[in-house]
């Protein structure tokens, strides 16, 4: 589930429906990564990457997806923390597209038991939809720039 959009489906339907939104599914979120080599880094990237290396630690700590994926997932590293669900929407809505691939669908957005549905309908508008990214690529992209590195 997409809090991102169930959270208020009433304002997340309004919105998807009068704008041109982009969609980057959890299918492809969920190839992106923070790792735990990662936390030197931003143990130096002063107080935001201070930060947001003591939330990992605390995440990590708590949810254990280097045992859930790390260890089960061939395609993610052995010392995934999180994915980066928000950070990669929010660089593609910027502009980034280093190994993105997109295409339009037809969606209608429908609302049944209180969640919304994307819902293939050649009579309805195409929406763009992130279809393709490279994970890796931009796990590093993200960690160079949140660290400040060039």
């Given at each position: 589930?997409?809090?991102?959009?169930?959270?208020?489906?009433?304002?997340?339907?309004?919105?998807?429906?009068?704008?041109h939104p982009t969609l980057v599914p959890l299918s492809v979120t969920g190839e992106t990564y923070?790792?735990?080599?990662?936390?030197?880094?931003?143990?130096?990237?002063?107080?935001?990457?201070?930060?947001?290396?003591?939330?990992?630690?605390?995440?990590?700590?708590?949810?254990?997806?280097?045992?859930?994926?790390?260890?089960?997932?061939?395609?993610?590293?052995?010392?995934?923390?999180?994915?980066?669900?928000?950070?990669?929407?929010?660089?593609?809505?910027?502009?980034?597209?280093?190994?993105?691939?997109?295409?339009?669908?037809?969606?209608?957005?429908?609302?049944?038991?209180?969640?919304?549905?994307?819902?293939?309908?050649?009579?309805?508008?195409?929406?763009?939809?992130?279809?393709?990214?490279?994970?890796?690529?931009?796990?590093?992209?993200?960690?160079?720039?949140?660290?400040?590195?060039?």
């Amino acid at each position: 589930m997409d809090y991102n959009i169930q959270a208020d489906v009433k304002s997340a339907r309004f919105v998807i429906e009068h704008s041109h939104p982009t969609l980057v599914p959890l299918s492809v979120t969920g190839e992106t990564y923070l790792r735990r080599r990662y936390l030197k880094t931003l143990r130096r990237a002063g107080a935001l990457g201070k930060l947001i290396a003591r939330q990992a630690e605390g995440f990590a700590k708590d949810e254990n997806y280097e045992e859930k994926y790390g260890k089960t997932c061939s395609k993610l590293p052995s010392d995934i923390i999180n994915f980066q669900h928000d950070p990669l929407t929010c660089a593609i809505a910027l502009g980034w597209n280093e190994g993105v691939e997109m295409t339009h669908i037809p969606l209608r957005i429908e609302l049944r038991d209180g969640l919304l549905h994307e819902i293939v309908d050649n009579t309805a508008e195409p929406i763009r939809v992130v279809t393709k990214i490279d994970g890796s690529k931009f796990s590093e992209f993200w960690i160079d720039t949140v660290a400040g590195v060039a």
